[in-house]
Nanobody, 122 residues
Framework: QVQLVESGGGLVQVGGFLRLSCTAS????????VGWFRQAPGKERELVAV????????YYADDYQGRFTISRDRAKNTVYLQMDALKPEDTATYFC???????????????WGQGTRVTVSS
């Protein structure tokens, strides 16, 4: 397993943007798929986006296509989630997770960070 640390969350106004970072320890991270998930209060955790180990493949859940962008810097062992045009319903705790392959299922990811809180105010 790898250790993951998220950062970049905070308070932002409607229409604003944030860039979340997921930084990992261990060389093996560069070969792993990484997903961003989020969990709003009282709701289940849901997938936002996934990126392949090479960075050449990405997947976005329908609600985030066009507003959010996932990317990775293999040299920095970091995966980013650029979030634009934020809405109040984007308020949630955002988690990154690493797994052996791209998947839409949270159960496929076996290393998780502690999460970073995003609050979008209207």
């Amino acid at each position: 397993q790898v250790q993951l640390v998220e950062s970049g969350g905070g308070l932002v106004q409607v229409g604003g943007f944030l860039r979340l970072s997921c930084t990992a320890s261990g060389r093996v991270f560069s070969n792993l798929a990484v997903g961003w998930f989020r969990q709003a209060p009282g709701k289940e955790r849901e997938l936002v986006a996934v990126i392949s180990g090479t960075g050449g493949g990405t997947y976005y859940a329908d609600d985030y296509q066009g507003r959010f962008t996932i990317s990775r810097d293999r040299a920095k062992n970091t995966v980013y989630l650029q979030m634009d045009a934020l809405k109040p319903e984007d308020t949630a705790t955002y988690f990154c997770a690493a797994g052996a392959s791209m998947s839409r299922q949270s159960s496929s990811f076996n290393s998780w960070g502690q999460g970073t809180r995003v609050t979008v105010s209207s």
